[in-house]
């Protein structure tokens, strides 16, 4: 008896308001529509903005919300038109999609598909229903993915087919975290071979633009956080030296200086605050530096800071899923994976049922885990 075009009822982790933690509840998932695919999740990680859409920091997220956008699964169903994947197909939900139509996806040095959640609400399906609903209640979707269901519905734009072969326990990470700190080294900062980079932030994300640093070739690579557990899985994945700034008397940005003589060539804002934005901006050569955010601030913050820090030639720039269009590139990253070229196994330091995802979201917060794992 196949589940095509039928109710699918099945377990998924529901944030009913702002401020409250997940209740696990069975839903029911509509089949998919026109141009949507049902997807059996099988492996999903924990990120930092799914812990957002719990505390309610997250921008534009209508609840109740099925959260989660680092996942793993099979194609349980496609709907009509649908040709980029078939059921069987191993796939990688994308938390920003790769439409191919509009002016970003048709511009060659952007990812910033115009179907993201910055420009339109992806808390229901393109056609503004949902195909998620509980104890006869709509439930809101999640950057059009919702990776802590069961089973879930996501248009066309936003999954890709990966590699039959691959471990979907390990690859989920490749749907957000390992991507988006790997690409900002790769992709938008591109990090030149025997350049000297500081990373401000080592958690998951933080700790993969050290391994997109050392993959480019740089030289010097300086971890800086304020969690000192953190400091043996960066030098392990390539960091050089890793500094707590709560150790120096001087602000951050002065030992970086005095330490490179002239300032990092690259810096890398990895924990989503102001002032480490703008230590991490002043921490660059003067004449050359480029200093990229990754981390997202407060909503509603604004920036300060001394404008002849970039008069003399540094660069500040964003990085928004470290630059990838992801429909293109999370399948080759995946095959890189395979033929054991990126190591993104030592970021899992935990894997859980999907039962137990209270005590993940726990363990993220105590700063004692880098990547969480759930396997439904
Ligand atoms: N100085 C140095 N390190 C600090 C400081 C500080 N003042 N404060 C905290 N830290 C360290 C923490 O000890 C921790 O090790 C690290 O910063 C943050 O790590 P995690 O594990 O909490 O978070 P990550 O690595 O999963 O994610 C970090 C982001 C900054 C990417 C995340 O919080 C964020 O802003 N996400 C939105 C941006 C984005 O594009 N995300 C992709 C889709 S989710
Ligand atoms: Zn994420
Ligand atoms: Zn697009």
Not at 348 to 375: A, W
């Amino acid at each position: 008896m196949g589940t095509s075009g039928k109710i699918i009822k099945c377990k998924a982790a529901i944030a009913w308001e702002a401020g409250k933690s997940l209740s696990i509840e069975e839903v029911e998932v509509a089949p998919p529509k026109s141009h949507e695919v049902r997807v059996k999740i099988i492996a999903t990680g924990i990120c930092g903005t799914d812990d957002h859409v719990l505390t309610g920091s997250f921008p534009k997220v209508d609840y109740p919300v099925i959260p989660g956008h680092e996942g793993a699964g099979i194609v349980e169903s496609i709907g009509e038109g649908v040709t980029c994947v078939k059921p069987g197909d191993k796939v990688i939900p994308l938390c920003l999609p790769q439409c191919g139509e509009c002016s970003s996806c048709l511009k060659w040095n952007t990812n910033c598909c115009l179907k993201t959640h910055l420009c339109n609400p992806q808390n229901l399906m393109p056609d503004k229903t949902s195909r998620f609903t509980c104890k006869g209640k709509q439930i809101h979707h999640f950057l059009w993915i919702s990776t802590f269901s069961e089973y879930t519905v996501m248009p066309d734009s936003t999954v890709v087919r990966i590699d039959d072969a691959a471990p979907l326990d390990k690859v989920c990470l490749f749907g957000c975290g390992f991507s988006t700190g790997y690409g900002a080294a790769i992709n938008t900062a591109q990090v030149t071979p025997g350049s000297t980079c500081a990373v401000f932030g080592l958690g998951g994300v933080g700790l993969s633009v050290v391994m997109g640093c050392q993959a480019a070739g740089a030289s010097r690579i300086i971890g800086i956080d304020i969690n000192k557990e953190k400091f043996g899985k960066a030098k392990e994945l390539g960091a050089t030296e890793c500094l707590d700034p709560r150790d120096y008397e001087k602000p951050i940005q002065e030992v970086l200086i005095e330490m490179t003589g002239h300032g990092v060539d690259y810096a890398f804002e990895v924990v989503g605050c102001l002032d480490t934005l703008t230590a991490a901006l002043a921490s660059c050569h003067m004449g050359c530096g480029v200093c990229v955010m990754v981390g997202v601030p407060p909503t509603d913050s604004r920036l300060s800071f001394d404008p002849l820090l970039l008069f003399t030639g540094r660069t500040l720039k964003g990085s928004f899923i470290g630059g990838w269009k992801m429909k293109d590139s999370i399948p080759q990253l995946v095959s890189s994976y395979m033929e054991e070229e990126l190591k993104t196994d030592v970021l899992i330091t935990h894997t859980l049922s999907f039962s137990e995802i209270s005590e993940g979201f726990n363990l993220l917060r105590s700063g004692k885990s880098v990547r969480i794992v759930l396997l439904f």
